[in-house]
C-alpha cells in the first residue's frame, strides 16, 4: 500500500474516534470497559454466591471421586474374598482324595479260582471276576449300558448339565425322585473312591473329581473301571462275575438279550436280581430294549423280536459252586498268595470238578437213604492223592443250610481210626505183624475197656487185632511201647492236634480233624511223611507272563519205606476180612475203621491205588447214632465213592517243570524277606534289582 493511503486511514479513524468520545450515547466500547469491571469487582453478595457455588462443585467432584474409589475397592475386596472362600472350600473338600490312587486306576486285590482243569471255581456269596479290559467286553453290552444308564457319555465332560435339568424338571412334575442325573462318571467316583453320604462336600468332591477323571483317563478307561465294578445283584460285583454267576460264560460270549439283562440290572441290582426275581427282570430289560431302540443301537423289530424270546433265557448259579467247602477252606492261603497285588490274581487249585460232583452225589443219597433209618444227619468227605492234593471236599449235608466245614473245622474222636499210630509204633519197637499180643480184659489204672463184641480171643497176631479192631490187645500194646512213642508216631505222621497223655489215647479219644487224619493216611501210601494237604497248583498275578507252582510248602521229610509194607498190609487185611470188608470193592483197597463212644462219631479212612478218602458221619450236637459203625454207612459212602471215582483217572496235579519253571514257597518266602512280593515270587535285597525267592 501507498504511503498516502495509509496517511488516509490514520485520518479518518482518528476522526471517527473522536466522534465517539464527544457523543453522548453509550459506545460499543464504554460497554465492554463497563462488564469488565464489572466482573473484575463484583459486588460483595455475588461474591459470596460464586465462592459457594465453587465450593459445592468441588465438594461433588471430590465425592464422586471417592465414591468411585470404594466402588472399586469393595469390587475388588469380595472378588478377593470369593477367591479364597473357594480355595478354602475346594481344600478342605479335596484333601482327603486319593489322587494318585484315582489317577493309576489301582484296582482292588481280585482273587480268582480255578479247577485242577482250569475252570472257573465261583465261591457261595460275594464274588468278583477277573478284571476285563475294555476289548473284551461285547460291543452289545456297552451299548445297552450307555443307552439305558448315560446316553450322552461319549458328549459331556463328566457332568452333563442336560441331564441335570432333565431330571430335575422331571422329579420336580412327578413330585418326588424318578429320575436321576448322575453321569457313569460320577456313578464310578460313588463306587470306587467316595462314600454314599449326600453332603455338600461329597458333592464338591463329586464334581471336581468328575472333570478331573474326563481329563485324565478317557472314556474308555472310565467305562472299564465301571464295568469292572458295578454290583449286580446275587453278590456278584463287575460285569465278568455277573455274567459267570447268572449265565455260566465268560463276558465276551454275551448275547443281546444276556447284555441287556445284565445292564438292566446296574440301577437296582437286588429288586431286579433274575434269579430271585424272573418276571421284575424282564420287564427292566424291555426297558433297556426301548432304550436301545431310541438310542439308534437296535431296531423297533428286533427289540419287539427280543422281547418275545426273553422265556429262553436260563439265569442260573454254575455247577462249579459245588466246591464252595473247598473254595471257602482255600481262599485265605489264596489271598495270602496274592497279597496285596492289585488287580486280579488267578490260583488254579486241585479241586476235580468230576470227582467233587461224585462226592457231593454219594454223601447226598447216602443221608437220604440209609442215614435216615440210623439217624446220621450230617457228613464230611475229604479225597485226596498221595502227595496230599485236594481233589474233592464235602462238608456237610447242604451247604446253603450250614457253611461249617465238617471236614476241616469240625474235631472229633477217630475212634479205632487213630489205632494205625499205635500199630505204627509198634513196628518201629520192632515187633511185626505176626507178632503176637493177648486178648483178654486189661486194667490200667482202674481203666478197663471192651471189645465192640464183649468176647476175647487169647493170643492173637498184631495182624489180627488190627483187622478185627480189638481194642483190649491194643490197649495193652500201646502200654507196652509206650504212649509217649505212640504220639511220637501220630506226630511223625501228620498229625499235630492236642494228644492226652492217657491211656484211651490208644482207642482214638483226643478229638481230631477228617483232613488231618486222611493226610496221615496218605503218608502210609505214599511212603514218606508228614504229607500235607494242599490245594493250590499255581497262581499267575495280573500282568505276569508265567505261573508260579505252589504245591505242598512242606515237603514229605521221614522215609516210611522200612514200615509201609507192614502198614500196608495191615490196612489191606482190614478190607479183606475185618471190620472194613463193606469197603471191599474187589480191587487193591487198604484202610481203617472207627467209631466212638456210643456210635456218636464214625469213620473210615482209606486209599486205593490213586486216591485217598476220608468219610465222617454224625451229628451235629452230638446225640449217639442207631447202631451205626465205621464199618458200615461210611465204608458204604467210601466204597461208592471210590467206584465211581475210579471209572477214568483221577485229574493230575502234578506240574511239569517244562510249563512252570519254577516253584515258588510262599510260606518260605514271606517269612524270610519282609520285601516279598508274592505277585512275581520277588524280594528286594539290599543292593540291586529285585530277585526271584528260590526258597
Known amino acids: ?52 457455588f465453587g465450593k459445592i462443585v468441588g465438594k461433588t467432584r471430590q465425592r464422586a471421586w471417592q465414591s468411585d474409589s470404594r466402588w472399586k475397592s469393595t469390587v475388588r475386596l469380595t472378588t478377593v474374598g470369593c477367591i ?44 468278583q471276576g477277573p478284571y476285563a479290559e475294555f476289548s473284551q467286553f461285547p460291543p452289545q453290552l456297552i451299548d445297552a449300558v450307555l443307552s439305558v444308564e448315560d446316553r450322552r457319555f461319549m458328549d459331556h465332560f463328566g457332568i452333563d448339565v442336560r441331564g441335570i435339568a432333565r431330571a430335575l424338571i422331571r422329579n420336580f412334575d412327578a413330585g418326588s425322585v424318578v429320575e436321576g442325573g448322575s453321569t457313569i462318571t460320577q456313578q464310578l467316583i460313588k463306587l470306587q473312591y467316595l462314600d454314599s453320604n449326600r453332603t455338600i462336600k461329597r458333592k464338591i468332591q463329586e464334581f471336581v473329581i468328575s472333570l478331573w477323571l474326563e481329563w485324565k483317563l478317557g472314556k474308555q478307561e472310565i467305562l472299564t473301571r465301571y464295568l469292572n465294578s458295578a454290583y449286580l445283584g446275587a453278590g456278584a460285583t463287575g460285569m465278568p462275575a455277573a455274567a459267570r454267576i447268572y449265565f455260566n460264560k465268560d463276558i465276551g460270549a454275551l448275547n443281546l438279550s444276556e447284555s441287556a439283562l445284565l445292564a438292566g440290572l446296574l440301577r437296582a441290582p437286588s429288586q431286579w436280581n433274575p434269579i430271585d426275581n424272573f418276571e421284575g427282570a424282564r420287564q427292566r430289560t424291555s426297558v433297556v430294549l426301548d432304550a436301545m431302540v431310541a438310542n439308534g443301537k437296535i431296531t423297533a423289530p428286533r427289540a419287539a423280536q427280543l422281547k418275545a424270546g426273553f422265556a429262553t433265557l436260563h439265569p442260573t448259579t454254575p455247577t462249579p459252586r459245588s466246591g464252595s467247602w473247598f473254595a471257602d477252606w482255600i481262599s485265605p492261603k489264596a489271598g495270602e498268595i496274592a497279597g496285596a497285588s492289585p488287580g486280579s490274581t488267578t490260583v488254579r487249585t486241585t479241586l476235580d470238578p468230576r470227582l467233587q460232583r461224585i462226592a457231593e452225589k454219594v454223601t447226598r443219597n447216602a443221608l437220604d437213604t440209609e442215614g435216615k433209618v440210623v439217624g446220621a444227619s450230617q457228613v464230611a468227605l475229604v479225597a485226596m492223592t498221595s502227595d496230599g492234593a485236594v481233589v474233592a471236599m464235602v462238608g456237610g449235608r447242604d451247604y446253603k443250610k450250614s457253611q461249617f466245614n465238617r471236614a476241616v473245622t469240625a474235631k472229633r474222636q477217630p475212634g479205632s481210626t487213630f489205632k494205625l499210630f499205635v500199630y505204627y509204633a509198634a513196628l518201629k519197637a520192632g515187633l511185626s505183624p505176626s507178632d503176637q499180643v493177648l486178648d483178654a480184659p486189661v486194667d490200667v489204672h482202674g481203666w478197663s475197656p471192651e471189645n465192640s463184641s464183649g468176647r476175647y480171643r487169647g493170643w492173637v497176631t498184631l495182624a489180627e487185632a488190627f483187622a478185627r479192631s480189638l481194642n483190649a490187645p491194643t490197649v495193652a500194646l500201646a502200654q507196652e511201647v509206650g504212649l509217649e512213642n505212640v504220639i511220637a508216631a501220630a506226630r511223625e505222621l501228620g498229625i499235630d492236634a492236642p494228644l ?74 482190614v478190607v479183606q476180612r475185618g471190620t472194613g470188608r463193606e469197603a471191599n470193592r474187589g480191587v487193591f483197597a487198604a484202610g481203617k475203621t472207627g467209631t466212638s463212644q456210643n456210635n456218636r462219631d464214625a469213620w473210615f479212612v482209606g486209599f486205593t ?87
Open 1 to 52: 500500500m501507498s504511503t498516502a493511503a495509509t496517511v488516509n486511514a490514520r485520518a479518518a479513524a482518528s476522526s471517527f474516534t473522536m466522534k465517539i468520545q464527544g457523543s453522548d450515547t453509550p459506545t460499543l466500547s464504554s460497554l465492554v470497559r463497563n462488564l469488565g469491571r464489572s466482573l473484575a469487582n463484583p459486588p460483595a453478595k455475588a461474591r459470596r454466591a460464586i465462592r459457594r
Open 84 to 127: 479364597l472362600l473357594a480355595a478354602t472350600v475346594l481344600v478342605w473338600a479335596l484333601k482327603d482324595i486319593p489322587w494318585s490312587e484315582i489317577r493309576d486306576g489301582t484296582l482292588k486285590p481280585v482273587v480268582v479260582l480255578e479247577t485242577a482243569a482250569g475252570g472257573p471255581l465261583v465261591r457261595q456269596g460275594p464274588f
Open 500 to 573: 492226652s497223655d492217657t491211656p484211651s489215647l490208644a482207642l482214638g479219644t483226643s478229638e481230631v480233624s477228617l483232613l488231618d487224619l486222611t493226610s496221615a493216611y496218605a503218608s502210609v501210601h505214599l511212603g514218606k511223611a508228614p504229607v500235607e494237604p494242599w490245594g493250590i497248583v499255581e497262581f499267575r498275578a495280573a500282568g505276569q507272563a508265567k505261573a508260579f507252582r505252589v504245591g505242598s510248602h512242606s515237603p514229605p521229610s521221614v522215609d516210611l519205606s522200612a514200615y509201609r509194607p507192614d502198614l500196608l498190609a495191615l490196612l489191606q487185611l
Open 609 to 695: 491205588e490213586p486216591l485217598v478218602a476220608g468219610v465222617w458221619v454224625g451229628n451235629d450236637d452230638d446225640t449217639p447214632m442207631k447202631g451205626v459203625t465205621g464199618g458200615a454207612l461210611p465204608a458204604h459212602i467210601w466204597r461208592d465213592f471210590m467206584r465211581e471215582a475210579m471209572t477214568s483217572p483221577a485229574t493230575g496235579t502234578q506240574e511239569d517243570e517244562a510249563t512252570s519253571p519254577h516253584s515258588c514257597n510262599i510260606t518260605a518266602c514271606s517269612r524270610s524277606y519282609r520285601s516279598f512280593r508274592p505277585s512275581d515270587c520277588s524280594y528286594q535285597p539290599y543292593f540291586g534289582g529285585r530277585r526271584l525267592c528260590e526258597k
